[in-house]
């Protein structure tokens, strides 16, 4: 199966910019009516890879892909599997490797056929395979899974189903091995554990469950462990700090913020070492006061002021430590720092012009960009906070992995000596830089090279490759690469003419000088230029976070896409 187009770099997102405030600026980014005006479908559960393609269920039963250029295409359409097919998609996760994770209910062919749960994994490039296949169990009682509640997966590709009604957890193995690891109403040790809601896998590989009817969250450490992390008693007590725990995030610090999908609106904090805090309750940012109404209304139902908290619907933790959490019945969103400031993103108040309503998911990007879909509004929204800036990454100082049997990659040194870049796919070229580079040769022999791995292959697949073209600058002591005949021809009539300092040194490599695979995702991957008027210096990089953290350096300017190699 052939998968649409990728383009990666995050920053060339485009949308309908909403609103901008002193806190945030709202961009709709999806907008099922421009699609699909005379249907119902609406955007739900998201996932986002490491390319920036932000991955959502449509009406749970296909896959959309919503691309950093702004374009939306079907990733998955209806998964078939001998004569059904996947009608009822329940969850959608992602893996480090950008394995997606789907599954929910098979058709029936009648409707009085049992309910047959199945799961899939999707790669990269479209490649879908069947990991799990059960017939739902009839009662809770019995083994198996009765209503899918939710899933994650570890960093080994394990992935975690757990049965809402069953009261149970499943691991599903990189083989399609099935594992039950937890079934209530009671687990060993005399742990109550029923109805379990949301998971959550830290980055020891430990699995939380937020079980709602038991009022608690257990952990399950991978040796096996399980261990209560939260007991909030008898969730009839009107005194229960939450009264039904679900959803829960996991911060990078060990920090459990979970909320309470009742209409208490509760949410709390657990610390590492298991101190518990309330965070938030009904009030939500702290202004807002109900006055009237009760039960699971919607806030037009209501009278109150400011921006209350009802009926927590979803919950993700940022990369600087911060919450986010949805007032399902509030048409809200807030974020809540790592001080405990409450702030209201999205709402009645906080934003009354954006189209916003029955949030479904929220998630949020390595770098702080927060994602939030409604089935109500039938959209997805990008909120982008000011003063928050990308993870950094210091391209003077870095190392991009590669495989050792990767063909043809073009590998990337620095020059401590002139901060200047350089990039060859010759081996033999490369190991004596490498070899006389080395610490062990004395200072004033040595050259100033540190190797930097590589983040692209040059071209070798499609037809339609051009030289790259190579300059050396004498004055200088760094290179110039261009895949532009007319700059290439330029740069030889300025050392003609005008006596520049070049050295013209043949081609670099072979590359593509536009995407060869127009209507489908190949091989090909686009690689970005910058430059430096402080260095005047160009760096090139095929990594998206590299590139992304560049546009948070005023040394940099991007200049676009200026060629396209191939993935290792």
């Known amino acids: 199966m052939k998968s649409a187009k990728h383009v990666y770099i995050a ?8 609103r901008t405030s002193d806190a945030a600026e709202v961009t709709e980014v999806f907008q099922a009516n421009d699609f699909w005006p005379d249907s119902n479908v609406y955007a739900g559960s998201m996932a986002l890879d490491s390319k920036s393609n932000l991955f959502f269920v449509a009406s749970g039963h296909a896959i959309l ?10 990733f998955t359409p209806l998964i078939i599997t ?5 009608y009822s998609i329940r969850f959608l996760t992602i893996d480090q490797d950008d394995n997606l994770y789907i599954g929910g209910e098979l058709s029936k062919t009648v409707v009085t056929d049992p309910v047959v749960y199945a799961a899939f994994k999707i790669t990269p490039t479209g490649d879908v395979q069947q990991i799990f296949h059960q017939q739902a169990a009839a009662r809770g009682s019995d083994p198996g899974l009765l209503a899918i509640s939710d ?11 757990s049965g809402y009604v069953t009261d149970n957890v499943l691991r599903v193995d990189a083989a399609g091995g099935i594992t039950e690891l937890m079934r209530g109403p009671e687990l060993p040790g ?20 937020a079980a709602s009817r038991s009022a608690n969250i257990i952990r399950l450490s991978p040796a096996g462990e399980i261990q209560k992390v939260y007991d909030g008693g008898d969730p009839r007590d009107p005194a229960n700090q939450l009264m039904s725990p679900n ?5 990078a610090a060990g920090e459990i913020f979970a909320g309470s999908s009742s209409v208490d609106g509760k949410a709390i904090l657990i610390s590492p070492d298991g101190q518990v805090s309330q965070v938030m309750d009904q009030s939500g940012d702290g202004t807002g006061v109900i006055t009237a109404g009760s039960g699971f209304g919607h806030w037009q139902d209501l009278e109150f002021t400011g921006e209350p908290l009802l009926g927590v619907g979803r919950t993700a933790a940022g990369p600087d430590g911060s919450f986010y959490i949805t007032g399902g019945y509030t048409d809200n969103l807030f974020r809540i720092d790592r001080e405990g400031k409450v702030v209201a993103l999205l709402g009645r ?12 998911d929220v998630l949020v990007s390595p770098f702080n960009e927060i994602y939030v879909s409604a089935s109500g509004s039938r959209n997805i929204l990008k909120i982008e906070l000011e003063n928050t800036t990308a993870p950094a990454v210091t391209i003077t100082d870095t190392y991009n992995d ?16 002139d901060n200047a870049f350089f990039y060859t796919s010759n081996a033999e070229e490369a190991n004596t830089i490498i070899s006389n580079s080395s610490p062990a040769i004395p200072g004033e022999d040595r050259w100033p090279y540190a190797f930097q791995g590589s983040t692209f292959s040059s071209a070798k697949t499609y037809p339609g490759a051009v030289p790259l073209h190579r300059f050396y600058n004498t004055q200088t002591g760094h290179h110039f690469f261009t895949v532009s005949q007319d700059e290439r021809d330029n740069v030889m009539r300025q050392i003609r003419d005008a006596g520049w300092a070049f050295n013209y040194e043949g081609d670099a490599y072979r590359v593509y000088p536009g995407d060869p695979t127009s209507d489908y995702q190949g091989k090909e991957v686009p690689v970005f230029r910058f430059y430096s008027p402080t260095f005047n210096r160009h760096f090139f990089t095929a990594d998206n976070a590299e590139a992304v953290s560049l546009l948070n350096d005023d040394d940099w300017h991007y200049e676009g896409i200026a060629f396209y190699g191939e993935f290792h």
């Open 402 to 417: 590669f495989a050792v049997n990767a063909t043809n990659p073009v590998f990337r040194f620095y020059n401590t000596r």
């Open 65 to 74: 892909r919503l691309r950093p250029v702004g374009s939306v295409d079907v």
């Open 151 to 161: 899933s994650v997966v570890d960093q080994a590709g394990n992935l975690y189903i």
């Open 82 to 86: 001998g004569n059904q097919y996947l």
């Open 11 to 18: 920053f060339l997102l485009i949308g309908l910019m909403l």
């Open 190 to 209: 005399g742990l109550p554990f029923e109805r379990p809601r949301s998971m959550r896998i830290d980055d020891g590989n430990n699995l939380y469950v």
């Open 349 to 360: 108040t906080a934003t009354p012009d954006v189209n916003f309503s029955s949030p479904r």
């Open 247 to 251: 959803p829960m995030s996991i911060n």
